[in-house]
């Protein structure tokens, strides 16, 4: 006997002593039956890849579980049936641990919401991935139609190794049995069985007659106008221009292919939180929409070609002059290879301090440029030396293709100091003849006498005692801020290097609920946004903005540079970064009536939120982990003046002082003329020696 055999016992063992068949009349009926049922070939015989995101908003894509033996779904809803049988999922997925076999429920109920379905699973015991198929993508493809339905996908080559249910009271274990035989290599006769659950109603699928009525003209073209064509268009960053319906329809199994993997269009944040600025979301209509149009054989249908009569060159300087032009020193990129991030630091020849409204970007080579950041920083880098991200200072705005000028919410202002300059982040992908990029940036200041009303923060979130140990897929690491003030939130910017796995930010509020505020199931360190809510959201004092990331180091990510180390934090993309900055803006402060000692309390929280895993407002000795959490434990003593074994707020403060204060003293604050006195400092030191990046912009 394998010891798969003995797992696969050892799951039905449990099935019966859970009752999931003995003991109810229903059920064991329905056993007798499905035991008689007719075994049939699976139908569909593949599985297209998907990629979906769980309960807890991680992503999870089929096409990469290719180093698997087996992936398991099992379709779920809040089904007795399924209640029963949950677990017998347990013990299947128990019984497999560390094998090689994937375990997941695959949530395509219509209407079903997470926090319920949450809930639901933990009453049953149910603890494993739950992929939210809200769309319904892969449960139609599937062919879905119930339930408990346990669907086994052998990945060499996606075919269906068998479908139905877990098991029989009888003693069969169909789907351990299919595992057991793609575990060990051997031939799998491809079986389906009934599935025993509830009907899961999948409305389009039954209606997919009219898919082929979708217009291309009405319904797709503009969709593509909107979402896809900023980048696919002739010279745009897109590999291929999706601009007439020829193009669009070349294409259309890949557009398929995209959208359910949701790589396209690539705005990363998750569709059921937030709602924000610049949105490039495809809605989920829009999803669906465009996916069963190809489904149906892309069809051209009637009416003129919108695509062919949108012009999408983007305006010189569409605001206008710029008060001040800043102009990147030229880069040649190389036809081929991959392009580090360049950060070059622009030096900022302004005489006087003024309050940035707007920037542009001017991009002489379209094609070439994959997004651009900036910061402000209050020091020019050494000859020779370059600056990272963690010393920007306030965010002076991004360029993303097919998006347009960086405008500041109502009434704030970005505070740009007379000196210092402007540190960039660009991102270069070269497309087969080499090219030089001319980039320029127009700032646009508010008139002088005209100065904004408030004034527009930036705070980075960073956790510089990260340590993501090798091969793991989903490691978690955290960091957050509490705010002593009441603050309006406007902006969120994530930001990781190559093995960012996820980040979910939400506000825990004093009374302890929780608010999510942006979620990217699956980051990508390719796409930097800067996300501006559509509407700014209120931080009230003693809040937490919390910022919760995964790191994929297994080789399951394409753009792991080695699954082999363990890595840390660093400025080079092959090291980590944990990275959340926040734009926001101070309740109470104004241009005229400034609060530096708002950010000054804000910048003595961060340590706490580092370190702070369970969130209790102390430090315990376990909770201190790498260089810097050495560095603490050694002084803990010292530090725990009262003598409880943690450390707190103002024992915390004093660490703080230790460690960095002698940078944050040395910080020369740059001069204001009035009306606008100059806001806070824009950088200090944390106890690593890194500017903070508390700026008043
Ligand atoms: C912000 C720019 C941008 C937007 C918006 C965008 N794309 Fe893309 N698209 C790209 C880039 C760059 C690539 C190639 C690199 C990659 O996959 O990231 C790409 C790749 C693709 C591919 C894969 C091509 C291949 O051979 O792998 C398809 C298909 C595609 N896009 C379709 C779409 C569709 C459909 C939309 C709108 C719903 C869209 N894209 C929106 C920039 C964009």
Redesign the pocket.
């Known amino acids: 006997m394998s010891i798969s055999r003995k797992a696969a016992g050892l799951a039905l063992a449990v099935l019966a002593v859970s009752g999931a068949y003995a003991g109810l009349g229903l059920a064991t009926h329905s056993i007798a039956r499905a035991g008689a049922e007719a075994v049939s070939a699976p139908s569909p015989l593949k599985a297209d890849d998907f990629m979906l995101a769980d309960q807890n908003f991680l992503s999870h894509q089929l096409h990469r579980m290719a180093d698997a033996h087996a992936v398991v779904l099992i379709t779920y809803a809040n089904d007795p049936v399924v209640r029963r049988e949950a677990p017998a999922y347990m013990a299947l997925k128990a019984a497999y641990a560390g094998k090689g076999v994937e375990v997941m429920m695959l949530d395509s109920v219509l209407g079903d919401k997470r926090p319920d379905v949450i809930a639901q699973a933990k009453a049953a015991g149910i603890d494993m991935p739950i992929l939210f198929d809200y769309e319904q993508f892969a449960g139609e493809q599937l062919k879905v139609t119930r339930a408990a339905e346990v669907i086994v996908i052998d990945p060499r080559g996606w075919k269906i190794a068998y479908r139905g249910p877990i098991g029989a009271a009888n003693g069969a274990h169909w789907a351990a049995d299919a595992i057991d035989a793609l575990v060990a290599g051997r031939p799998v006769a491809a079986t389906a069985r009934p599935a025993r659950g509830h009907v899961i109603a999948f409305p389009a699928r039954d209606n997919a007659a009219a898919f082929s009525q979708i217009s291309y003209a009405n319904d797709i073209a503009p969709?593509?106008a909107a979402?896809?064509?900023?980048?696919?268009e002739a010279g745009?960053?897109?590999?291929?221009p999706?601009t007439s319906y020829d193009k669009?329809k070349a294409?259309s199994p890949?557009?398929r292919?995209?959208?359910r993997t949701r790589?396209?269009?690539?705005?990363l944040a998750d569709e059921t939180v937030g709602k924000f600025q610049d949105d490039?979301r495809?809605t989920p209509d829009?999803m669906k929409t465009?996916v069963h149009w190809v489904e149906a054989g892309a069809p051209r249908g009637t009416g003129e070609d919108p695509l062919a009569k949108v012009k999408f060159a983007a305006p010189d300087w569409p605001l206008g002059k710029p008060d001040v032009v800043l102009t990147v020193p030229d880069v040649t990129i190389p036809a081929t290879g991959v392009m580090d991030y360049q950060h070059p630091t622009v030096a900022n020849a302004m005489t006087e301090g003024r309050w940035m409204k707007a920037t542009t970007f001017r991009i002489s080579d379209r094609q070439v440029v994959?997004h651009i950041l900036t910061g402000v920083v209050t020091d020019l880098p050494a000859p020779g030396q370059t600056l990272s991200e963690a010393q920007w200072g306030a965010s002076l705005g991004g360029y993303?293709?097919?998006?347009g000028s960086n405008i500041e919410p109502a009434d704030t202002g970005v505070w740009v100091p007379p000196s210092g300059g402007v540190m960039f982040q660009n991102h270069y992908?070269p497309y087969g003849r080499e090219t030089v990029e001319k980039t320029q940036m127009g700032l646009y200041f508010y008139p002088k006498g005209q100065e904004p009303k408030y004034v527009l923060q930036t705070f980075l979130i960073a956790n510089f005692a990260i340590v993501i140990p090798p091969k793991e897929e989903f490691h978690p690491e955290q960091a957050y801020i509490e705010f002593p003030h009441d603050a309006l939130l406007y902006g969120i910017t994530p930001h990781a290097h190559h093995r960012g796995g996820s980040v979910k930010v939400s506000m825990i509020l004093p009374d302890g609920s929780e608010q999510m505020l942006l979620v990217l199931p699956r980051y990508?360190f390719?796409?930097q946004y800067e996300y501006f809510l559509k509407e700014p959201v209120k931080v009230p004092a003693g809040a937490k903005i919390l910022a919760r990331w995964t790191y994929d180091n297994s080789a399951r990510n394409p753009g792991n540079p080695d699954p082999n180390k363990t890595v840390t934090w660093g400025e080079q993309s092959s090291d980590e970064m944990l990275a959340t900055y926040l734009h926001f803006r101070w309740v109470g402060e104004t241009v005229a009536d400034q609060h530096p000692e708002y950010n000054a309390a804000l910048q003595a929280n961060m340590l706490m939120g580092i370190f702070d895993a369970n969130m209790d407002g102390k430090i315990e000795p376990s909770e201190l982990k790498g260089r810097m959490g050495e560095t603490l434990k050694k002084y803990f003593a010292a530090l725990d003046t009262d003598h409880d074994g943690t450390l707190d707020a103002k024992e915390l403060a004093v660490a703080m002082k230790m460690m960095g204060g002698h940078r944050a003293a040395a910080t020369t604050p740059a001069a204001t003329p009035p009306p606008a006195p100059k806001p806070s400092p824009t950088a200090s030191a944390t106890p690593q020696d890194k500017p903070l990046v508390v700026g008043s912009r």
């Open positions: 969709i593509v979402k896809c064509a900023g980048c696919h745009g960053i897109g590999p291929m999706l669009v294409f890949m557009i292919e995209v959208i790589r396209m269009p690539p705005y490039g495809l829009e465009m994959h993303g293709p097919g998006r992908t990508d390719n796409w």
